[in-house]
């Protein structure tokens, strides 16, 4: 979740987190330039959003421990920072875990169902696991008509579906 978003919908968190599923950390604001001017400043981006997520849910000890890199963990403009704040976060008891799936809602706003179903298809080849790069952005309404068709896809495959809870214990 992106704090900036959980504290615009309390409600939704509140009611996500007591239905049991796990809430992790993808910072406060999703911008690039401020997150990484510094490795301290992803951690001070977790925090934040972390913060807001134990206000949603009224649970005051919360804490994900698991945070994905807006942009991704490796590489791009600010892959040196990225990898520095990895460290940090390591430190601070946080790990984090980036997606290794695509539904293709990330490369355009114009998406059809069919799309997102090929580029899964496309991407999830060979995997054992698969953690899928989806977004819950108005633009990308179709991710959400998608749902059903890729849950469907998934489970014939053989795949299960778990909770970071049961992850990462």
């Not at 892959?79 to 940090?88: D, H, R, T, V, W």
């Given at each position: 979740m992106l704090g900036s978003n959980v504290e615009e919908n309390q409600e939704i968190?509140?009611?996500i987190y007591d239905e049991g599923h796990y809430i992790a950390n993808h910072g406060y604001t999703h911008s690039?330039?401020?997150i990484y001017m510094s490795p301290e400043s992803v951690l001070d981006e977790f925090n934040r959003c972390n913060d807001?997520?134990?206000?949603?849910?009224g649970v005051p000890k919360y804490n994900s421990h698991l945070f994905r890199f807006p942009g991704g963990l490796v590489g791009g403009k600010y892959?040196?920072?990225?990898?520095?704040?990895?460290?940090?976060l390591k430190q601070n008891d946080i790990m984090s875990v980036d997606w290794n799936v695509l539904t293709g809602d990330a490369e355009t706003n114009n998406l059809s169902v069919d799309f997102e179903i090929q580029r899964l298809q496309e991407t999830?080849?060979?995997k054992n696991s698969a953690v899928i790069l989806m977004h819950d952005a108005y633009a990308k309404k179709v991710t959400v008509e998608s749902?059903?068709?890729?849950?469907?896809y998934l489970r014939e495959q053989g795949y299960e579906f778990k909770n970071f809870y049961d992850i990462i214990k």
């Open positions: 968190i509140k009611r690039y330039s401020s807001a997520v134990k206000q949603a849910i892959g040196e920072i990225k990898s520095k704040a990895n460290e940090l999830i080849k060979n749902l059903p068709k890729i849950i469907s």
